[in-house]
């Protein structure tokens, strides 16, 4: 399979096909979900035909590159792949650094 060069997981547009590890088109990518205050990659919301959207966790993500995702795991496996969640994320005051306190940034996500 020909997906292109590898692409930072930043880069991924919305509608890029997402394959298992055997190969087979499982659907399309909906949403790319990341922890930005930490530069940490949580995964992608995938959106597959039959199952609606689905979760994929970062750890299940092989490799993104220009035309395609593709999944370590099988086309079976992901068809047992959890919904997203639903709703805005929650925060949580918490205590500060010094200069958090000075600001007034006080909030954590939960």
């Known amino acids: 399979m020909d997906d292109g060069h590898a692409i930072h997981y930043t880069a991924l547009e919305p509608g890029t ?10 659907g399309t990518v909906r949403e ?5 205050a930490e530069h940490i990659f949580d995964g992608i919301v995938m959106e597959m035909p039959g199952h609606g959207l689905r979760f994929v966790d970062a750890p299940e993500v092989a490799r993104t590159a ?3 995702v593709t999944l370590s795991i099988t086309a079976a496996q992901a068809a047992e792949l959890p919904p997203p969640e639903q709703g805005p994320p929650v925060f949580k005051p918490r205590g500060g650094g010094r200069l958090s306190r000075l600001i007034g940034g006080r909030w954590k996500k939960q």
Do not use: G
């Open 32 to 36: 790319v979900l990341d922890n930005y």
């Open 66 to 68: 220009e035309r395609a």
């Open 17 to 26: 096909p997402v394959f298992s590890s055997d190969e087979v088109k499982l």
